[in-house]
């Protein structure tokens, strides 16, 4: 099997579109990219059985026969090829009662996104025929400070690759961030429930300055109604708080830093009331509303169920400003994995709120060959696969504009080289035949309006001699230019006579 592309995949599926079954007898497949082959072969097996059924003897001879042969090949293969496989199959004699049973297999250019079996009076060619439009892709994002999505645009379909979350809560007041408030602290009195606690009070707390255990006032409290909330348990306590309350925790070089409810995971170390590492066991998140309390203490911090807390606003909006510049981090990291040898790709679109996109494009966190791609940055309040799509939506005129500037520059190269080195030029049929015999074309344009059996036969010369092939449209003044010029043409390797 061979990797069909261009204009020997477009020969192709003008065969198989050329076919028509008299019956619903002409059998299409389609196996993804990455799917195992022998399932599908397991699936066509049933299919025989339900073949059976058919009325008619010749449709159910053909359909029988089509399906067997598929089977067979199927059989015959390793594994599935890289991008996929299409197979087609049917009896295309056009003559009634005569056989005629033919297979076709193809591994497409691109990787295939659709598993299908139809069984239908047309082969399915759509999947393919939308390949042969693509020769560029383009990489998307949207992202907002606590949500993003990675995309791909591969002609006109647009494709989610990832979604990612920072763990940066929403916006909150000084005193937004909570705890059950059957949460135990410890005051200088003795253990308190958290509802209990009055401004003024003193709380055990842990003083960073002087790196000791204090008791500090109680400056603030508040109360709140949240719609979700986390539940941190270890093996000695369980504390239920808002998924935007701030714990203290140990990194791997024994460091102190801090991090949200919503941003823990089981290998952070929380810090109890001996200044001791304490594992966590689960985190449970929970979506029922819930009754909150929080307080805030000169300190900034406090323990709570014997796991060192904090609420100081100066100190939300520091780590909200740190857990942004990580989750920014983490996106340039995706996308360089994604996008940064990805083939055809021509550009990056990045929409989002003003000023979150800007502050990730003009912070350069993208590595410099995807930062130089960046055609189009564009206002957008959703960060998800709706986003993508209106970021395509609202994108158009620039990936317009990029394939007609590609064409202008292709164009504007071919008549400068023209007027000033005509013997590296050649625009006669005959003398651009010539030439590519020769093997002397670097490149070979083609106007879409140009002969289509003239440009196929120069096309496949091209091919054969590693000749780039341009097609130009007659959409911009220097196509129409080149159409009326003759419509074909070349810049060549060296001069000919």
Same mark, same amino acid.
């Given at each position: ?71 067979? /090949? ?42 299908? /079996? ?83 009070? $003193?709380? $055990? ?15 603030? $409290? ?13 093996? #000695?306590?369980?504390? =239920? ?41 689960? =985190? ?5 509303? =819930? ?35 990580? #989750? ?85 190269? #071919? ?11 050649? /625009? ?54 080149? /159409? ?14």
């Amino acid at each position: 099997m061979v990797k069909l592309e261009g204009d020997v995949l477009a020969e192709v599926l003008d065969i198989l579109e050329s076919h028509k079954g008299r019956h619903t007898e002409l059998i299409t497949v389609y196996v993804s990219a990455g799917y195992d082959a022998n399932a599908v072969q397991k699936q066509l097996e049933g299919e025989i059985s339900t073949a059976k059924n058919i009325k008619s003897t010749g449709t159910r001879k053909n359909v029988t026969e089509a399906l067997e042969k598929i089977i067979r /090949y199927l059989k015959s293969l390793n594994r599935t090829p890289e991008n996929g496989l299409a197979l087609f199959a049917g009896n295309v004699s056009p003559t009634e009662g005569q056989d005629d049973l033919r297979l076709w297999d193809i591994e497409p250019p691109l990787p295939l996104k659709i598993r299908m /079996y139809r069984c239908d009076k047309d082969f399915v060619t759509q999947p393919l025929r939308e390949m042969l439009d693509i020769d560029e892709v383009f990489g998307l994002l949207v992202m907002d400070r606590k949500d993003a999505a990675i995309g791909i645009l591969e002609g006109k379909r647009i494709e989610t690759l990832q979604k990612m979350s920072s763990g940066v809560p929403s916006k909150v007041r000084a005193g937004g961030q909570c705890l059950h408030k059957s949460s135990l602290v410890e005051t200088d009195k003795g253990l308190k429930k958290i509802y209990e606690i009055k401004i003024g009070d $003193k709380l $055990k707390a842990f003083d960073f300055n002087k790196n000791k255990i204090v008791f500090t006032k109680v400056k603030n $409290k508040w109360e709140n109604i949240r719609k979700s909330y986390r539940i941190i348990v270890t093996h #000695f306590d369980t504390i =239920i708080c808002s998924n935007d309350h701030t714990f203290f925790v140990k990194d791997e070089n024994n460091k102190i830093k801090e991090i949200f409810a919503g941003a823990l995971t089981l290998n952070n170390l929380l810090i109890n009331s001996d200044f001791d590492n304490v594992n966590i066991d689960s =985190i449970i998140e929970n979506k029922q509303q =819930i009754e909150l309390i929080d307080i805030e203490t000169e300190e900034g911090n406090f323990f709570a169920n014997n796991l060192l807390v904090h609420n100081s606003s100066q100190r939300f909006h520091r780590i909200t400003e740190g857990l942004t510049k990580e #989750f920014y981090k983490r996106i340039a990291d995706e996308m360089k994995t994604l996008f940064y040898d990805r083939p055809k790709l021509k550009g990056v679109l990045i929409g989002g709120p003003i000023p979150t996109k800007d502050e990730f494009i003009d912070g350069e966190y993208l590595p410099t060959k995807l930062q130089s791609l960046i055609i189009a940055r564009k206002d957008l309040g959703y960060a998800d696969e709706h986003g993508l799509k209106l970021l395509v939506e609202s994108s158009q005129d620039v990936l317009a504009s990029q394939g007609i500037i590609k064409e202008k520059k292709l164009l504007e190269k #071919f008549f400068n080289t023209l007027g000033k080195n005509p013997g590296l030029v050649v /625009y006669k049929p005959d003398d651009v035949r010539k030439a590519l015999e020769y093997g002397a074309v670097e490149i070979l344009v083609v106007s879409k309006s140009f002969d289509k059996n003239i440009a196929k036969e120069l096309k496949e010369i091209a091919h054969n001699t590693s000749s780039e092939v341009e097609i130009v449209s007659t959409e911009t003044p220097e196509g129409e230019q080149f /159409y009326n010029l003759s419509g074909i043409g070349a810049i060549l390797r060296f001069a000919i006579n």
